[in-house]
DNA sequence: TGTGGGATGTGATTAATGTCACAATCATTT
DNA sequence: AAATGATTGTGACATTAATCACATCCCACA
């Protein structure tokens, strides 16, 4: 059997273990084509992904590891949209939308990626009618997820913001002991929130013993209460 | 011919002037499929076309009018997500999501909208890809419209906030006179302040010259002026 | 004609947040 | 070892926006 050059050492689509929900549904001649239009690659911590405003040849399959997905604003400061999890797109919305990319991705750990040339993911949209639906029900989670978020953001002040992010990374990490991957200005962009006012918050719930802090590590120690100070702040 | 009694003085799917861009690349069986499951209704300015929290059977096709979309917040807040115009559809996101709608919607003038059932609107994504195709195209669109202007108003303080939304609404109608949709608080949910300093910022630009306000009227005077203070803050 | 309720504008006050300044820590480079 | 730069915590202060209070205005309706 023929091995195309970008394919040595490297797992076919179809014998994939990390296969999107999407790609699950593919036929096997479906997924033969996906072989040959996407490679495999590893990306190492802090590097660009993904730059804003770039025009997209490829979507991003992320296989493992997680990425910050961000965009700069008219002001120049940065807004952290979302960290991406495994088995995510990145470039998906842009791809549908007007070619060009609207966020930019860093990689906040080594992680593997994989490069799919947009014409193909293209032509098994249209081929393939469940593949179609996959994708779409991706695209609508993750947007309602992340307006969810933004919306209710928009509403409380510092303490229920920060108390929100911690729930969201201790349900990212399905753990209430976690290593931040972000560092403190990385998540006052993600809540909206300047730096300083952020470390003051978290030293004012670690003063309250609601959380422990070792630099990264955070570890929710009162999770009602935490709860509570996200619906009513 | 038989003429099922809900489409007695309704125009077909097939004759339809106000199709989707996705609806148009239905071929003839697959429009009288639709049109076999769906109708037409009209509502009345401020009525409810769908709650949040409600089980999905039906997605919406808004045919002519605007509409609020919006959520209540944990808190009991209301954040208004955006204003829908006319060839969209509601309720949308929702469907692919876990089946629960997410937003609220009402009308925000008298307006005509087709009700189309979701097992048909799930066949026809599955049958043409075409159609899968342009319903994603939609859904990412509108997407990235709204996290651009979310994500650009959780940066900027009230006077660029409310310089960005009338440049939003000044788009929409495609004019720098417009009528407002909204009333103060409305808008003030719009933009995440609330309603007595979302007037304050009317009035300062009133007074600055920067736009004239009569009522619901507005028009846009210094142009170039508010779209330096949408970019600067 | 009068009455009640919703919408609106504005001043005074309070609360929250951003900004500036600075010190401490740590890793990396020279 | 010294130096540089990035990251972090914290105090002082300035700025901004929310809240409270109240007066109008307008409209629907008795």
Redesign the pocket.
Known sequence: MFTPFNKLNKSTCTSCKDKSCAVAVLNESQLELLDGNSYESEIKKGETILRSGALVSHIIYLKTGYVKEFIIGQSGKTQIIQIVKPFSYLGLHSLFGDKINHYSYTALEDLKICYIDISAFKRLIKENGDFAYEVLVYVCKESLNNFFRFANQSQ??????FADILLYFSEMYNNCNFN?P???????DLI????????????RF?ADGIIK?N??NIEIVKFDLLKKISKNG
Chains 1, 2 share one sequence.
């Open positions: 409380k002040s510092a303490n229920g913001r931040l972000l560092t403190r200005q990385e998540l006052a909206s929130l300047s730096r300083e006012n952020t470390t003051r918050v978290m030293s670690k802090i630099d990264k």
